[in-house]
């Protein structure tokens, strides 16, 4: 078929434009959607954001093929929200490259002890930022007047997220609207913190990091064992409240790896190291960095923090 020189112009152009967008997806940034409201109000479901691939090295692509490697190695910072892939998949045998992706707020570094509750939740724990959510209970009959405060904020979208045993309402609010909410309610009643009773369950839990030898609990155990199994590739087990690793009863265990714990702003939302534990440094892609698209006003190309 014949072709002018102009459409072999348009071909080596579009071509060019196809590369360049391929080069900068796999060397410089991806982009993502927000899939969730877990980080609320740092991000927004549905809003498109960039993600720099340089901000703790670039990992080289295909991991899963030629190794594990990144070029100009950089720490993860505590605070950082972090795209990484899925540390738990359903298909262990995936590839580390094709999992799904999460994105949370690290607020757990390699050697950090964190201090957790049952549920894998921080207590006491520096608050990040005003965005950090926690659960708050209320009397039912004073539900019309936390709608008609909340309507009066904009913050209409916040829903019930449960009942407590006595009949009281749930719901879960940033550090900043409760702050806001407390001051419109005027002394008409009192929003109750959940986690109060919840201190007497706390443990002390250790990140793992590269070379570093990780004493065993019984409240850590699982988690310890879950970990060696699924990122360390050994052996593993728990039988009579004794960890086995490789058969041999096993008191502390040193990682080969670094991990992170990371944390949604929202509680009510799982897809955090609450639900697959801790984050090995070969699953994280990079830094959030810009949102490039939201339906909200005055956020485009807004840094991410």
């Not at 594990?68 to 950089?74: G, L, T």
């Not at 998949?89 to 992706?101: A, C, G, K, Q, T």
């Not at 702050?179 to 250790?206: A, C, K, T, W």
């Amino acid at each position: 078929m014949w072709i002018n020189k102009s459409g072999k112009w348009w071909a080596k152009a579009v071509g060019c434009i196809v590369a360049a967008v391929v080069l900068v997806r796999m060397f410089l940034v991806t982009a993502c959607v927000i899939p969730s409201s877990g980080m609320e109000n740092s991000l927004y479901e549905g809003e498109r954001i960039l993600v720099s691939k340089w901000s703790y090295g670039l990992r080289m692509p295909f991991p899963s093929v030629f190794g594990y490697h990144r070029i100009a190695d950089s720490p993860v910072t505590k605070g950082d929200i972090v795209l990484f892939n899925n540390p738990h998949p359903h298909d262990p045998d995936s590839r580390i490259e094709s999992r799904e992706l999460f994105i949370s707020r690290c607020i757990g570094l390699p050697g950090d002890t964190l201090m957790l509750d049952r549920n894998l939740s921080e207590i006491q724990g520096e608050v990040l930022s005003p965005d950090s959510k926690a659960l708050y209970a209320y009397p039912a009959v004073m539900e019309d007047t936390m709608q008609a405060v909340l309507a009066s904020l904009g913050l209409d979208d916040n829903t019930l997220v449960g009942y407590t045993s006595d009949g009281n309402y749930i719901r879960s609010f940033s550090h900043y609207e409760y702050y806001l909410i407390s001051q419109r309610l005027e002394n008409r009643f009192s929003l109750l913190p959940m986690n109060r009773g919840n201190r007497r369950d706390v443990h002390p839990y250790v990140v793992p990091g590269k070379g570093r030898a990780v004493k065993v609990y019984p409240w850590n155990i699982k988690l310890l064992c879950n970990t060696i199994l699924a990122h360390e590739h050994r052996a593993a087990e728990v039988k009579d409240g004794v960890l086995y690793v490789e058969g041999r009863r096993t008191d502390s265990f040193t990682f080969t790896k670094d991990y992170y714990w990371m944390a949604s702003n929202d509680p009510v939302n799982l897809c955090d190291s609450r639900l697959f534990g801790f984050v090995p440094d070969d699953h994280l892609i990079g830094k959030a960095w810009r949102i490039w698209y939201s339906s909200r006003e005055n956020r485009f190309m807004r840094r991410i923090e």
